[in-house]
């Protein structure tokens, strides 16, 4: 089995950032590029992936049973409703975390990277055993945070440590330019400029995402919208192509209003 | 006689917890009660952060757990309100440096001396969360008005029940015109589907990400409006029956609420 | 934006799509949650069932499924024997049933129904789901609906 896919953890520390939206969507993104991919979810006993990729109906084994050796890896994986190529692997909703033996947990993500070409691990919030258990099988780690001053810092406990085995990439989500330009919100190169981690991309805060999550449709399905162009261009700068991280337009701002607001406005 | 321990608890990150902690607390504080305010999310401390009080830490809750000080000693009087104090966690340590126990004796201390502890609650269902409601006699669920977000504290209010904690909600986040447009859900769905008593609803307001980022808790601010509505939710918790703000025009929900609150 | 994903997926508000699959969903996670309930229903129904056909308790089966827009539950119980019916109504066998191959799906309309109650959208009972609790979440319909 020469082959080897990429597994690739998306963790965060703060709650509530955006980790299992960003993996749902950014597996979708690159399924649709082409990619063989599975999703796992690491969240045992408060799973969500499933629900946001509209799954929640198809789940009939799940993590802990592939562990714990009552099914096979095949009998568990859920194939999406929308996407070709992309499998969902859902957490146990009755269990808890502390069931989940580290050892096996890698082994199983071992095995999965024999058969897709990226297998994506939404963490849990937090650096408890729920996020250990979610980082042992990765080789590469994508943090997820979003422009406030608690998620940055979080993502920089989480990046201290999940120390020198990873190289993390930075997903900024929920960036609300307008308020940026007030200077209301941290900006990305203010984020930038405090973590010093490679920009993998720049999702915007979009009421959409409420709207596709209460559907259960990631908004990646459709590349033409902003949202899912910019989770495609994530995949794709993932994927190692040379892609400019779309910003989304209304950030762009100019240089005169950056200087004003650096003279003017109250910058944490 | 000694003070009502509530931890504020949510399962899904980011939904609320700290934010509602600090402002409810210091809502609290301004009604004249002794407030006091522990951090547990050891690790991933925030709720220093939230209420601006970051540069002020000497001990945090973890020192207590292991002697190395005094309680009082940890505690960092916020010098905006007469009576309101912040108990900081612990940032370079693992939530397992402090057991249930320990956790449980350090709040009893300071209930000690105070109205009022309400417990910040770390996200999850591990130990840090096992060790913050260890510590309460009543829970205060945060949620927002989202499927995942319900689904967690759901089940989060599962485990609280086995303690057979009273529990209360707080619907967070709420964008009525979101709501009225059919792209949201309600309070009243929420309400619905969680069947728990119903304590409070915030409207989302973008102020609040700029009150954390200058530490400075929204319910300062005379003119916004989520200070009324800490406000009631404060009285509602002492036991007043205030009637909830009707965010979305819904006729039938004022007499929905008024049913649950009765029930 | 809103209005251009509502034309793509349709008419209906996203709120109640999310609210019925939240409520289904709750359901399930519920479902996983109480183990004891489930087996002290299985004890039940088995008994009731007891009472009108012989049944092997060994190789009895219950699961829950959705289907479309509910949740069921279908139980799958080996009949060994059906009695003669008497003249009190036990053993209340149509002559169609008495020759069925003796492990069949429970789908004896008549005796289940008649005890079970009948289907229903689920009850939406909540909080004080311990081991013993009633309130089934599920209909207890022995066929499948």
């Not at chain 1, 024999?114 to 080789?139: C, H, Q, T």
């Not at chain 2, 301004?30 to 220093?48: Q, S, T």
């Not at chain 2, 007469?82 to 340590?93: C, E, N």
């Not at chain 3, 034309?7 to 969903?25: D, I, N, P, Y």
């Amino acid at each position: 089995m020469a082959k080897r896919g990429r597994a690739i953890v998306l963790t965060s520390g703060k709650g509530g950032v955006g980790k299992t939206t960003t993996t749902a969507n950014l597996g979708t993104a690159l399924a649709r590029r082409g990619a063989s991919v599975v999703l796992v979810d690491a969240d045992v006993g408060l799973r969500n992936l499933d629900i946001v990729l509209g799954l929640e109906s198809r789940v009939k084994h799940h993590v802990l049973d592939v562990l714990d050796e009552l099914v096979e890896v095949d009998d568990a994986l859920v194939p999406d409703k929308h996407t070709e190529r992309l499998f969902l692997l859902a957490a146990a909703q009755s269990r808890e975390k502390d069931e989940v033996e580290t050892a096996k947990m890698q082994a199983l993500i071992g095995k999965l990277r024999e058969r897709f070409d990226y297998v994506l691990i939404d963490s849990p919030a937090g650096i408890e055993l729920g996020f250990k258990n979610a980082v042992v099988g990765a080789d590469e780690a994508i943090v997820v945070c979003t422009p406030e001053v608690a998620a940055v810092r979080d993502v920089d406990r989480v990046v201290g440590l999940l120390g020198n085995r990873f190289r993390p990439q930075l997903v900024i989500n929920r960036l609300r330019p307008q308020l940026v330009r007030k200077g209301k919100m941290l900006s990305v190169e203010d984020v930038n400029a405090i973590l010093r981690l490679p920009l993998l991309g720049v999702i915007a805060d979009e009421p959409e995402i409420i709207v596709t999550t209460n559907r259960g449709e990631p908004l990646a399905l459709n590349a033409a919208t902003p949202t899912g162009a910019a989770y495609h261009a994530i995949a794709a700068r993932l994927a190692g192509e040379d892609v400019a991280a779309p910003m989304p337009p209304a950030a762009k701002v100019s240089l005169f209003e950056r200087i004003g607001s650096m003279l003017g406005g109250k910058r944490r | 006689m000694t003070a009502r321990k509530i931890v504020v608890t949510s399962g899904k990150g980011g939904v609320g917890k700290t934010t509602t902690t600090a402002n409810l607390g210091a809502t609290l504080a301004k009604r004249g009660r002794r407030v006091i305010l522990v951090d547990a999310d050891i690790g991933l401390r925030n709720l220093d952060l939230v209420l601006g009080l970051e540069k002020r830490i000497v001990f945090d809750l973890v020192e207590v757990a292991e002697g190395r000080c005094q309680l009082r000693q940890a505690l960092i009087k916020d010098k905006r309100f007469d009576s309101l104090a912040v108990l900081p966690a612990a940032q370079t340590r693992e939530k397992d440096a402090i057991t249930a126990e320990q956790f449980a004796g350090i709040v009893e201390s300071a209930a000690e001396g105070a109205d009022y502890v309400l417990i910040d609650c770390p996200a999850g269902i591990e130990t840090g969360f096992r060790n913050a409601v260890a510590g309460a006699t009543e829970a205060i669920v945060v949620t927002t008005p989202e499927v995942s977000a319900i689904r967690d504290a759901d089940r989060v209010i599962g485990k609280i029940s086995e303690a057979k904690k009273p529990i209360r909600l707080i619907v967070n986040r709420l964008r009525p015109e979101m709501v009225r447009s059919g792209d949201m859900l309600s309070v009243e769905d929420v309400c619905d589907v969680l069947s728990v008593e119903l304590l409070g609803v915030v409207p989302d307001d973008e102020e609040i990400i700029d009150t954390t980022n200058r530490g400075e808790p929204i319910v300062l601010n005379e003119a916004n409006r989520l200070r009324a509505i800490y406000e009631k939710i404060a009285r509602r918790l002492e036991g007043e029956l205030v009637p909830f703000t009707n965010f979305e025009n819904q006729t039938l929900f004022g007499r929905l609420i008024g049913a649950l609150k009765a029930g | 934006m809103i209005e251009f994903l509502k034309r793509l997926f349709g008419q209906q508000g996203s709120s109640a799509t999310a609210k019925e699959r939240l409520r289904l969903v709750l359901m399930t996670d519920h479902l996983e949650l109480a183990p004891e309930m489930i087996d002290a229903m299985k004890r039940d129904l088995v008994d009731v069932i007891s009472r009108y056909v012989e049944v092997d308790r060994e190789k009895i089966d219950v699961s829950f499924e959705r289907q479309d827009r509910t949740l069921a539950m279908l139980a799958n119980i080996p009949i060994l024997a059906v009695n003669r019916p008497s003249p009190n109504g036990s053993g209340a066998a149509k002559p169609a049933e008495a020759s069925a191959p003796p492990s069949t799906q429970a789908e004896v309309p008549a005796p289940a129904q008649a005890e079970a109650p009948p289907a229903k959208p689920p009850v939406r009972k909540r909080r004080k789901r311990k081991k013993s609790q009633a309130a089934a979440p599920a209909p207890a319909t022995a066929a499948a609906q």
